[in-house]
Structure formats: C-alpha cells, structure tokens
C-alpha cells in the first residue's frame, strides 16, 4: 500500500476506511475501539439468543414464577 500513512489518518471512530479490490468492497479499516464494540454487540446478541432459545424450549418464567423461584 502506497498511502498506507494517508488511509489511516481517514479512519476515525464510527467511519472506518473501506478498501476495494478490482472495484468490489474487500476489506474495512476501523479503530481498535470500534472493533471491540462490534465484538461485545456480536457476544451480548449471542447471549441473547440463546436466552431466547431457552425460553422457546422450556418455556418463558412469568413474573409470578420468578417471585416463587426467589422466595418472595
């Protein structure tokens, strides 16, 4: 890369640089801090959906269900 200096002062947060390859998208260029938001949305979506899931199989806890679990 010629401009590898130029490319990365245009990548600031929130707006990552995108690299392309015989006119077709290839690759995205983004801060440290975005990429680590990206992966704790993907791991907390995750998380999510399998509570989902669970829920789907053994059913969903009313609130009256959660007060007995815990006694209340």
Same mark, same amino acid.
């Given at each position: 890369?010629?401009?590898?200096?130029e *490319?990365?002062?245009? *990548?600031k947060?929130?707006?990552? *640089?995108?690299?392309? %390859?015989?006119?077709r998208?290839?690759?995205?260029?983004?801060?440290?801090?975005?990429?680590? *938001?990206?992966?704790?949305?993907?791991?907390l979506?995750?998380?999510?959906?399998s509570?989902?899931?669970?829920? %789907?199989?053994?059913?969903?806890?009313?609130l009256?269900?959660?007060y007995?679990?815990?006694?209340?």
């Amino acid at each position: 890369m010629r401009n590898y200096t130029e *490319v990365l002062n245009e *990548v600031k947060e929130n707006s990552p *640089v995108y690299l392309t %390859r015989n006119g077709r998208g290839e690759y995205a260029i983004l801060k440290l801090e975005d990429l680590d *938001v990206l992966k704790a949305s993907i791991k907390l979506l995750a998380s999510l959906e399998s509570g989902e899931s669970s829920a %789907r199989e053994k059913r969903w806890l009313s609130l009256q269900d959660i007060y007995d679990k815990l006694g209340l």
